[in-house]
């Protein structure tokens, strides 16, 4: 599908989706325990990739008839060896969460994914599942997927990386929970994307499960069941999601009036720096957190200095945004957002270069020369990527000029109603 976005002054109120890193999170952690009912939960492509994976070890997913709720009847901590292919569709979150469950299995699960997935890196979690007793292999040994892993991992410590994916640390925590020794992680490197983990702790928290940060890296104790309060756990909204909504209201809302953005309440989400960072550029942010809503209305932006370290996925609206402002906005410490669903870096430039976007690209960093930019319509490509899909929707609500986004379906991955949801603000958008 492509997507035609007008040139739109906006106003109004949305509300942002659930988060779906949490939502991944609560799936496979009903799915380790007995019975959980997942409430708010993002139904999306990534998710029900998932609670497929749930389904495959065993569990049982039931959605709602109006999608509000999620009960899980999980397997109590064993997966059962799946009697096909595990496939992840393109969701890296599904696959690296998976990767540990699978390792518990007695037999082996194969797992795999579209051509975007089967090119991400995995064999450092795969040499992890190794040390840790298991079977972690890939099929083309390259550590990208296809993979294969079981052979009842049993846990003990383990030395990885933190600087290629933060989801490895996340996927081990989750797993070690249930082994009998459980797993201490001591990391080799500085831990990029450091707040996922964070969210991670606070989930694993919701369940019953007691996990920790340490001197050298990360500790859960095995031998744990997963039980939340109540038997429900209830998903955040999206502050990833948020920040797109966010964007729009600081470049396009109409003059004297506002976006106001519900389901923004606090959580452990990093992607909450994004109102920091929109304030810093100068736009007029207030945030009511105990009604979770933020209120956002238009101003003269100027560029900023940006470490995205810990929020890869604040990239591309980040760009969006200092492709408006004034002066240079600087993103630094990116490396590792090359190896998302596409290389967001090359992407993002490439992309606002055909809008008329002046932007210097480097290894870790990307610079966008805000005060040489006029942004002009263009057909831009999607990449098959919902954030860059997102983030070239809202460049266009103030590029001079019609901008058709292609692959616009791909905001199925992280939001869904996207397309509406800024329709409903005012924006003009036309679907081919």
């Known amino acids: 599908m492509d997507v035609t976005i007008s040139p739109s002054r906006i106003d109004g109120r949305t509300r942002a989706p659930p988060s779906k890193s949490y939502t991944h999170r609560a799936i496979l952690a009903a799915g380790y325990g007995g019975q959980a009912t997942v409430l708010n939960p993002l139904v999306s492509a990534d998710t029900k990739a998932t609670m497929r994976a749930v389904d495959a070890f065993g569990g049982d997913t ?161 031998g744990q069941s997963y039980d939340p309060t109540g038997g429900t756990y209830e998903v955040p909204g999206d502050f990833s999601s948020i920040s797109y909504l966010l964007a729009a209201g600081a470049i396009a809302a109409a003059e004297g009036e506002s976006v106001v953005v519900e389901g923004a309440r606090p959580s452990a989400q990093g992607d909450a720096a994004i109102v920091d960072i929109v304030r810093d550029m100068g736009a007029d942010v207030t945030w009511d957190r105990d009604a979770g809503e933020l209120t956002v209305s238009r101003a003269t932006l100027t560029g900023t200095t940006v470490d995205v370290g810990d929020t890869p996925d604040l990239l591309p609206t980040i760009a969006t945004l200092g492709a408006v402002a004034d002066g240079d906005t600087v993103i630094e410490n990116c490396e590792h957002v090359r190896y998302k669903e596409t290389d967001r870096v090359s992407a993002m430039a490439d992309e606002l270069g055909k809008m008329g976007a002046s932007v210097t690209e480097e290894q870790d960093r990307l610079t966008i020369h805000g005060g040489e930019t006029d942004l002009v319509g263009a057909t831009v490509e999607g990449r098959h990527d919902h954030r860059i899909v997102m983030s070239l929707a809202i460049a266009g609500l103030v590029a001079e000029g019609e901008t058709t986004v292609t692959g616009a379906e791909h905001v199925d991955v992280s939001f869904p109603n996207f397309f509406d949801a800024i329709e409903s603000l005012g924006v003009s958008v036309r679907r081919e």
Do not use: W
């Open 62 to 222: 039931d959605l709602s008839a109006d999608e509000s709720s999620l009960s899980v009847s999980g397997f109590d901590g064993r997966p059962e060896v799946p009697a096909d292919v595990v496939n992840c569709e393109n969701s890296g979150t599904t696959m690296r969460l998976v990767t540990a469950c699978a390792a518990l299995g007695d037999g082996l699960t194969v797992l795999t994914g579209d051509d975007s997935l089967r090119s991400r890196p995995q064999g450092p979690l795969l040499d992890a599942v190794a040390d840790l007793g298991g079977r972690g292999e890939s099929t083309r040994r390259n550590g990208q997927a296809p993979l294969v892993v079981g052979d009842a991992m049993d846990g003990g410590t383990v030395s990885i990386p933190g600087d290629v994916s933060s989801q490895y640390i996340s996927a081990l925590l989750m797993a070690g929970a249930v082994t009998d020794e459980g797993i201490e992680i001591e990391l080799e490197t500085e831990l990029k994307s450091a707040p996922y983990v964070d969210i991670t702790l606070e989930l694993l928290d919701e369940f019953g499960v007691e996990a920790e940060q340490t001197a050298d890296g990360f500790s859960v104790a095995g």
